[in-house]
């Protein structure tokens, strides 16, 4: 009798500790980090909201203008995020010298989490690289509200995209987080939503000029406040090349990078994985 229950609790045993070894490891994605040149997480051990957002990839500052938010981790994708007002809420961002982006582009992607609180008639940049007031030079992540329409723009010269064909043709959803991701490789423009490609067209405008280009968060970058954004913001990042459709998946379910830096500059350690919320 009492063998039979030694042996069916040895059994048991058995049984629990080979169900717990061979359990899958939950392991968090890394975003791309093959040509990646600047990062904003927004976490709070990035950012002094009343100052500057850092970036933690290469240590640029995005200089804080009017009076945006930090938001807690439970309203946010990854970490924490920030929150703008519409009015007069945004990031600019200053090259250093020597820079440390270069902005002579061949080719450029930018990507980021956005949820819009309300739409107020008018264009509004939720990110864009520019030379405003000029507005020769632009790649901008944008949405148009007057004209019911969001997406992906770009100019170059002469040559930009045609806002009524190359753009979707409806208001930007707001009050849901949405993944976006802006492509362009010199010729071809993709606009990829929560994943998936929403747009592809042609802008065979060749490489974005440096000079005078300025990278604005949250509002076109001379901050007029003509363009800011209602919203929050979130994991925001530049790649100096085009990303393909299976990467953007990829940084769509990303939770930070892979690695931490090897760099010193930073006061932070950004490595740790956050956990994701929805």
Not at 51 to 67: P, Q, R
Not at 118 to 145: E, F, H
Request: glycine content about 8%; proline content about 3%; aromatic content about 10%.
């Amino acid at each position: 009798m009492f063998a039979k229950i030694y042996l069916f609790i040895a059994i048991l045993i058995v049984f629990l500790f080979s169900t717990l070894i061979t359990q899958p490891t939950y392991a968090a994605i890394g975003a791309v980090e093959d040509g990646l040149v600047a990062y904003w997480s927004f976490d709070s051990d990035t950012v002094q909201i009343n100052n500057h957002a850092e970036d933690v990839f290469s240590g640029l500052k995005a200089i804080v203008d009017g009076d945006p938010e930090l938001v807690p981790a439970a309203d946010c994708m990854v970490g924490e995020c920030v929150l703008l007002d519409g009015v007069d809420d945004y990031f600019l961002v200053e090259d250093s010298d020597p820079p440390k982006i270069d902005r002579d582009w061949d080719e450029i992607s930018l990507e980021c989490w956005v949820k819009i609180n309300a739409l107020d008639d008018s264009w509004n940049r939720i990110i864009s690289l520019d030379d405003q007031p000029t507005n020769s030079k632009a790649v901008t992540l944008y949405y148009d509200d007057d004209d019911n329409r969001h997406g992906f723009f770009v100019k170059v010269g002469a040559k930009a995209t045609n806002a009524g064909q190359h753009l979707i043709q409806e208001d930007i959803p707001i009050g849901k987080w949405i993944h976006i991701v802006g492509t362009y490789d010199g010729s071809n423009v993709s606009y990829y939503v929560d994943g998936k490609l929403a747009i592809d067209h042609t802008v065979a405008a060749g490489k974005i000029p440096a000079g005078g280009l300025l990278l604005g968060i949250g509002d076109r970058s001379d901050g007029v406040n003509a363009d800011a954004i209602q919203g929050y913001l979130d994991e925001f990042r530049v790649y100096d090349r085009a990303l393909t459709a299976a990467e953007v998946k990829n940084n769509m379910n990303a939770e930070g990078l892979d690695v931490s830096p090897t760099t010193n500059h930073l006061s932070v350690t950004w490595g740790q994985i956050k956990a994701r919320r929805r």
